[in-house]
Nanobody
Framework: QVQLVESGGGSVRAGGSLTLSCAAS????????MEWYRQAPGKEREWVANITSQSYTTYEDSVKGRFTMSRDNAKKTVGLQMDSLKPEDTAVYYC??????????????WGQGTQVTVSA
């Protein structure tokens, strides 16, 4: 079982910045592909970004150039730096751990979520 704990959410005006963090409990953190998802009110949960164990990142088109995902395998944490925030970024943001190629255990894990609110 992997526990993921997000922090860093809050309220900000459009154009502002927030940094989210996610701390993992597993000693094999480096074997997981880490992801951020978000869910806005009345909408389905959507993928935002991911980062491999070697720190290769991929982003959803609407956040490219504004969000930056990072990880620290020694500290077992991932971050999401969110700049130039827009009201449409308002959502609950979730940290997600997916097994990498070298893990036989197929289980995926979710954090409890952290609220991000961007006002116009």
């Amino acid at each position: 079982q992997v526990q993921l704990v997000e922090s860093g959410g809050g309220s900000v005006r459009a154009g502002g910045s927030l940094t989210l963090s996610c701390a993992a409990s597993t000693p094999i953190f480096s074997f997981y592909v880490m992801e951020w998802y978000r869910q806005a009110p009345g909408k389905e949960r959507e993928w935002v970004a991911n980062i491999t164990s070697q720190s290769y990142t991929t982003y959803e088109d609407s956040v490219k150039g504004r969000f930056t995902m990072s990880r620290d395998n020694a500290k077992k944490t991932v971050g999401l730096q969110m700049d130039s925030l827009k009201p449409e970024d308002t959502a609950v943001y979730y940290c997600h751990a997916a097994p990498g190629l070298f893990l036989s255990d197929p289980r995926r894990f979710w954090g409890q979520g952290t609220q991000v609110t961007v006002s116009a």
